[in-house]
């Protein structure tokens, strides 16, 4: 029997669009083209970098995902699926994107 998700209206979704900053970092600083970027999500979650609240982010292809049998319901559901994360970092509280290596 297949689980279906059930979203609840006090949560938030688990996988997101890219926020339209995020996008422009991605093309700008890693040469992606607009149409790469635009088939990509990214799930994200708050946390604490530096003593400075942050909202941490892992982008993904919703496809690569779905082909690897996997349904995200926490940002800890890629922890363990580190060729899944294309891109990682974290979004200060002003705005700043700050990516990390890949």
């Known amino acids: 029997m297949a689980s279906t998700a059930t979203w609840k209206f006090w949560q938030h979704p688990v ?3 890219l926020a339209e900053s995020l996008r422009s970092q991605l093309v ?4 992606l083209s607009d149409q790469a970027v635009a088939s990509l999500r990214m ?3 708050r946390g604490r970098y530096a003593d400075r609240a942050v909202t941490f982010f ?5 496809e690569a995902v779905r082909r690897a049998g996997l349904e995200l319901r926490h940002f800890a559901d890629l922890d363990a699926h580190q060729p899944l994360q294309l891109h990682t970092g974290h979004i200060e509280h002003d ?4 990516l990390n290596r890949s």
């Open 15 to 17: 996988v997101v669009p």
């Open 28 to 31: 700008q600083d890693r040469s």
């Open 43 to 45: 799930v994200n979650r």
């Open 95 to 98: 705005g700043r994107i700050v």
């Open 58 to 62: 892992r982008v993904i292809d919703p």
